[in-house]
């Protein structure tokens, strides 16, 4: 293979970008893997797991990794609703993966993969900026590197590049937008008294407010507040850290679980709604995670996607001797998974965060017959998008049937 030409180079994005270049690595594939960062911050971004997603993890082959380095397993979820407990739940016990939840610092856990990806054979580039790309059945992609610009070839190029990705606009892919109802903001907290073990999702319905909690151990916590998109004041920086626990307390979170807890990362608000491509492969490009699909965070069900994307990818890129073929086969069964995912979080946005009379209303008609039958609530957020998803489970959800 000509210098400069590879099978595969990856822009862009952490999990998804190096867990596709050492999967491919390990079957022989020359990847390049092309970093801007020198050195990984705290962005603020999802640091926590599902048990489907910690369950493509151990397919890929990297969750040991993981776990040993950067990971803390969460085997029980506590539920609230305003300051009453209404569940604690063993997840690994009650679910078809049989894993915890699982939490990791993400720059951490992006420099473990990346050295994961370099010892299995890719090519690492630290430092460099992609200018363009092209499309095609040869895609180029141009990048500058110590003051350098050079054009590389690819038979792929893999964007997992975020939410705002480049490569998707470079790649003409046409962008679909929920409409925009909650914010989420984030930061992570040590001396935090939480039980280390126990992810905690505080809901309050009433308010459109949740909490979400995940200790990543020694006391360490990314807390999250969900709130509502017309709220007058976005919650930003370090002088708005006292109001960010005052709200969360107000949403139900326990006093006592932020007496002595310090902020230790910045704070920062993002927009939750869904953005997504539909069919994210053309010409060349193939879209991963947040690149292809963005669920509303408020869910955590972006890293959960990403891993099934990277799974997908490999396996289709193996399975085809044509990588034209493979892109478009990966791209459906993407659609199918986030589908599913979209249209279940979409229910649980309707029941859990609306507010007014008529969500009121639903509610009301809706929570009572989940309290005498909790199997009423899909649970395709935790065990994932393999579930049955059609209009009786949403009907039994509802309380319509």
Known sequence: MASGTYDIITVGGGLGRATLAKAMAAHGARVLVLERETQFKDRVRGEQMHPWGVAELQTLGIYERLRTTCGHELPWTDLYFGPAQIGHRNVVATTPQQAPEFAFYHPHMQEVLLAAAAATGAEVRRGATVRAVRPGARPAVVVTQNGQTEELHARLVVG????????????????????????????LFENMSVPQDTAYIIFN???????????????????????????????????????????????????????????????????????????????????????????????????????????????????????????????????????????????????????????????????PLIAQDQSRVPDHIVSGPDLPVDEVVRRRFFGEE
């Open 205 to 367: 319905p009433g308010i459109g407010q949740t909490v979400p909690l995940f200790p990543q151990g020694n006391g360490r916590v990314r807390a999250y507040f969900v709130y509502q998109k017309d709220t007058a004041h976005r919650l930003q920086g370090e002088a708005d850290i006292p109001r960010f626990i005052a709200e969360s307390i107000r949403t139900g979170a326990p006093t006592e679980f932020y007496a002595g807890a310090r902020a230790i990362g910045p704070l920062a608000t993002f927009d939750a709604a869904d953005t997504w491509v539909d069919h994210p492969y053309k010409e060349g490009i193939a879209l991963i995670g947040d690149a292809a699909a963005s669920n509303d965070p408020s869910f955590g069900e972006g890293l959960s996607l990403t891993v099934r994307d990277v799974r997908v990818l490999r396996d289709h890129l193996l399975s085809y001797e044509n990588w034209e073929a493979a892109g478009h086969a990966y791209a459906e069964e993407h659609d199918r998974h986030y589908g599913v995912i979209h249209t279940v979080s979409g229910w649980f946005g309707e029941l859990f965060y609306a507010v007014g009379p008529e969500a009121d209303a639903r509610r009301a008609h809706a929570l």
């Open 160 to 187: 997992a590049d975020g939410r705002t990705s480049m490569l998707r606009k470079w790649g003409g892919f046409p962008v679909h937008r929920d409409l925009d109802c909650r914010l989420i903001a984030g930061v």
